[in-house]
């Protein structure tokens, strides 16, 4: 290749970045100001929104907020909530440590290859030296550390805590203790704590504020809901704000937001992703089928907190959904109503025919007793549908098909904690569900 043709080509490339970034609006740095574009505009119906609003109301959301082309198409706050309350991320923070420890990267400060005890030290779990000295940044990152998540204390740090359950890289679990512990090593690599780190390599380029604020063992990040709206933002433009690319290395971007490993095709690096062929779910050892949220586009991808904290990055829409609240039911990542969300979402459109998926079966289903001491009954109105239940180590202890309506779960092997899984056509809910004998 000429070095004539290899100029043209790198003025067409940066072209075409320059477009593409067009395409986005950015609101100012540090500013409240943000362009709005009203719903009319995409032709939806103000009487579905405020099916939407109600959804959200009855399942303890305080704040909701839909971008298009980076500009405010609904902003919802419920309650005394407001837009300049602040509110934690829970999990959907991993999200955000996942772009720190890329940054890091693309600053030659560390290796996702690279030991975690190169930065921790030895002994910073009870394995043995080989064991430990296996574990990499990269498992870490995508949840192969193969330490034991069903220790007591799931969230402890202590190297008491964490003890070898699997060879790194054979075995997928939802563990909080070795993702907090990136902290100390993206510390240990750029010789500033987390929350420095975090504000001179994001929060100055894109006007994203928070903090990481310790609470018992894990590091959990607060912000308002529109910081919140500008990460998910950032993240559809792939780390780049108004024209400048923070976050450079775009590869890292695309493995970020793509399976990491196939264990878990619904997981990046500390990403959820839709449309995959199967995912997994925290505290489970079991595949599931299908896709993450059905009623989503396939292309989303999320950062997924405790309670219901929701980033949603829709690269195909232009779109960014985020929503914070209180827990809607008891699931660690609560993806059931986030997928309810978008069910509606895709009927706000007055052009369409609004579908019974927007009126979800969600709340139709119900499970009673629960907790249960002997049986208990699933109810699934006009419907038939298969049931499944699964131990905490993803084994199935029963299953039966309910012919019509509901079906009566006999008496479980155990007491404990269970996962039902509904299955009817292509909709599937997964409920916690409680034996005491």
Known sequence: MTMRIRILLGFLILGWTRIAGQQLYFPPLFSETWETLPPSTLGWCDERIDSLYDLLEDNNTKAFIILKDGKIVLEKYFGTFQRDSIWYWASAGKSLTSCLVGIAKQEGLLELTDPTSQYLGDGWTACTPEQEAAITIWNQITMTTGLDDYVEENHCTLDTCLIYKADPGTRWAYHNAPYTLLDGVIAAATGQSINTYFNQKIRNQTGITGLFIPIDYNNVFFSTPRSMARFGLWMLARGQWNGTQVMTDTAYITQMTSTSQDLNKAYGYLWWLNGKESYMLPTLQFVFPGSL???????????????GQYINVVPSQNMVVIRMGNAPDGNEVPVTLNDEIWAYIQNLDCGTTATDDAQSSRDQLHVYPNPAAVDFTVNLPGETFDVHIYDLHGREVYNKTACFDHTQVPQ????????LSVVSGQNLRVVKVISQL
């Open 412 to 419: 479980l092997p155990a007491s404990g904690i269970y996962i």
């Open 293 to 307: 949220m059905p009623h989503a586009p396939d292309d989303m991808f999320s950062a997924l907190g405790k309670n």
